[in-house]
């Protein structure tokens, strides 16, 4: 079988986050700004993020970047850390990104503990 190609307009367009969530630049700001004001050009210029889960899905299977990531569980996972270190009285480490393991390594995980 081929290997699957990436679709290069959404790689250009989109970017995926680590805990898999999709952003996009915000449409209305490239030309024909003058008659707008200052505070919309301002809040033009920030990224958004899709928030239908199916489209997200779909951009990130053809994007071919982080196709199975659950933002939900990706979150759940870091609050769960969180958790665990105040409990310990411990500080979290301070890598800025928390890695999500999948479901069959949380298993394991808890099956051996």
Do not use: D, W, Y
């Not at 969530?21 to 700001?29: A, T, Y």
């Not at 008659?35 to 994007?63: C, D, M, P, Q």
């Not at 982080?66 to 759940?76: G, K």
Request: glycine fraction near 6%.
């Amino acid at each position: 079988m081929p290997k699957l190609k990436t679709h290069k307009g959404i790689k250009k367009r989109f970017k995926v986050s680590a805990t898999g969530k999709v952003s996009h630049k915000r449409c209305g700001s490239s030309h024909l700004n003058s008659h707008k004001s200052g505070n919309k050009i301002r809040k033009l210029r920030k990224r958004s993020f899709l928030s239908v889960s199916a489209e997200t899905a779909r951009i990130r299977k053809a994007a071919r970047v982080r196709i199975s990531t659950n933002p939900l569980a990706v979150e759940a996972a870091r609050a769960e850390f969180l958790a665990e270190h105040q409990a310990a009285g411990t500080t979290p480490p301070k890598s800025r990104r928390l890695r999500f393991r999948g479901r069959r390594a949380q298993e394991r995980q808890a099956a051996a503990s």
